[in-house]
């Protein structure tokens, strides 16, 4: 029913979206990453709007999205109704219900693909991008074992200058960690590694002609 709904969202909605975003994409390599992902993974990227979510629909429009949504998402009736059917993967920031990552480990099992955007919230306007990440997405990947998707997009919708997302190549975590650390000091310093990665793609984004 999922997959059916978001086939629907993205057949109709795609003239709109091209409208809004224009989104043009890069590759960090194109012969290891592309928006045809295989099997299970994660997907880990920056945040700039609400609208990234909609952007990497289509981005990755061959495959359903399965990503973590704040709380505050859900509390408008139509937009929450819409988020479920889609698929979205409630998160309650507010509490210590860690529900959501049990259900993501699900969809990976399944061979789903799950989105997380490791700030954890929008950054404010004098805040230096990326936010410290959350280790959710490390957790997740390190739990798991399925590869992580860093990808990174400049925010720049309904502009007149088009979209830019540049997706980078496929991380195994466990090559990140350090087997001599503790649990939270791998986590953080996984976190802070895919966070350096992100760093790198918007790099070598800002190349790209």
């Not at 490791?118 to 590869?147: H, N």
């Not at 860093?150 to 997706?167: E, H, L």
């Not at 953080?188 to 984004?205: A, D, N, Q, T």
Request: aromatic share 12%.
């Amino acid at each position: 029913m999922i997959a059916l709904f978001n086939l629907f969202v993205k057949l109709t909605g795609w003239p709109v979206q091209y409208l809004c975003f224009r989104t043009k994409v890069y590759y960090a390599d194109r012969k290891k990453s592309g928006r045809m992902i295989k099997g299970p993974a994660i997907i880990v990227s920056n945040h700039t709007s609400v609208f990234d979510y909609a952007v990497y629909l289509f981005v990755f429009w061959s495959r359903t999205l399965r990503f973590q949504m704040a709380e505050v998402l859900f509390r408008k009736k139509l937009l929450g109704l819409f988020l479920r059917m889609m698929g979205g993967i409630f998160v309650d920031r507010s509490s210590f219900d860690f529900g959501f990552i049990s259900k993501s480990e699900n969809i990976l099992k399944k061979g789903g693909i799950v989105g997380i955007f490791p700030e954890s919230r929008l950054p404010l306007p004098d805040e230096e991008r990326p936010l410290e990440f959350k280790p959710s997405a490390a957790f997740l990947a390190l739990s798991s074992g399925v590869p992580v998707i860093p990808v990174y997009t400049n925010g720049s919708y309904f502009k007149r200058k088009r979209a830019r997302v540049i997706i980078g190549t496929p991380v195994n975590v466990c090559d990140l960690s350090d087997p001599s650390l503790g649990e939270k000091e791998n986590l953080r310093r996984v976190s802070e590694k895919l966070r350096e990665i992100i760093i790198g793609l918007e790099k070598s984004l800002d190349e790209q002609k």
